[in-house]
């Protein structure tokens, strides 16, 4: 009896008028296909880009793949993840009677990205410079979906601890609150000296472009103030392990809850003490009283592993 084949991958990009941005997604999708020959891997744009998503399902149809997980190749879940991409597979399934698929989750702060964006900083941070002294914009797409944006406020969180910065703001290129230029003056407000741009986007595009010219602007009318802007994530190897890591997940079937960032699973600085600790049903002080204990963060796994 011979095993069938493993599910193809299927990344699903937001899609940029920019053509440097668009090719660099593509180019990162033919990377992928370089690290897994044995995989068929397509990748296409929900809009926007060349080749739309429908495209890669078809061209991964025409190599005889029947099942698949598709990667949504996205920071945040905002709109794109959660309903755009989902209803491109079900059409795409009506169309390709016989093929199945699974749905991966989007990217996330994992601590891979949180390590390249940490390069990142350090690429254009004066050597001279105490980290306490460097206050961090770290700049979001943008959504009307506010769990979207929470998950950004959530990055800057995790980028902030234990790695020293004096703090890390967070501000939106569209559709949000605050814009570039108000997220800055809350960092000149706060006291910041000197302070860094952090775009959170995988590659360029206009919206980076964008976060830098008003960045520009905003340095060039506060001279006092010690503005550098930082590159975006690009194709780096911590990008392509976890589009793998999450292809992995669909396919196995194990999205779990978020326990990418759990400081009992992976050594975040400054807590690298707590991997593995066993857990403890505790109380908390500020609780009603009931007597009921419970596991950290509710987790339904061991974290000594």
Known sequence: MTTPPPPALLIAGHGTRD?????AFRDFVRQLG???????????????????????VA?????????????P??????????????????????????????????LGPHPALLSVLERRLDEVVDPSWDRSE???????????DPDANAEVHKAARLL????????????FVSLAAPDVPSGLDRCAKLGARRI??????????VLPDRVRRQTADWAAAHPEVDVRSADVIGPEPE??????????????????????SCVYRIALPGFEDKVGLPQQPHFHPDDDGHGHGHHHGGHAHSHAH
């Open 196 to 205: 860094v741009v952090l775009p959170y986007f995988l590659f360029t595009g």
């Open 34 to 56: 370089r690290r897994r020959p044995e995989l068929p891997v397509a990748g296409g744009f929900i809009e926007l880009s060349p080749p739309p998503l429908g495209e890669a």
């Open 59 to 71: 061209e991964l149809v025409e190599r005889g793949v029947r099942r698949f997980a598709a990667v």
């Open 160 to 171: 902030w601890e234990g790695r020293g910065y004096a703090s890390v703001e967070t501000a």
């Open 239 to 260: 990008l392509l392990d976890l589009v793998m890591e999450r292809y992995e997940e669909a396919v196995k079937g194990d999205l779990r809850m978020n326990c990418d």
């Open 19 to 23: 053509d440097a941005g668009a090719e």
């Open 134 to 144: 460097v206050t961090v914009l770290l700049v979001g797409r943008g959504s009307t």
């Open 73 to 106: 190749l996205m920071l945040v879940s905002a709109g794109h993840a959660k309903g755009d991409i989902p209803a491109a597979l079900a059409r795409e399934k009506e169309r390709h009677p016989g093929i199945s698929y699974a749905y991966g989750r989007p």
